[in-house]
């Protein structure tokens, strides 16, 4: 047991401010980084090697540039979302709009 990698660098980059430290084993940096790699596959999952190399070039703000891929990430599944105000599934102009 004991602590982990994950523990380590999630303490460092949030406790301590570390903006170098990215937590590679992060479900949502799994995730996201899996999605990219396989062109969009919502299954694809990345390793943590995988997620460390895909934020490398980012260093020394590692952290600080996963932070905003995933707030980008989430805004982006947000506005495909089914339903979302503001998205029309017909190519007509709103209503009281000129084409």
Known sequence: AGIGAWTIEKLALHGQ??????????????????RIRSGGD????????????????????????GAHALHLGAQAAVAKAPGRRGT???????????A
């Open 42 to 65: 919502p299954w694809a999952r990345a390793t943590e090697d995988e997620v460390r190399e895909f934020f490398e070039p980012y260093a020394p703000w590692a952290g600080l540039a």
């Open 17 to 34: 401010g570390r903006m170098d430290q990215i937590p590679a084993g992060d479900l949502a940096f799994l995730k996201l980084v899996g």
């Open 88 to 98: 029309r599934s017909s190519t007509r102009p709103a209503p009281g709009r000129a």
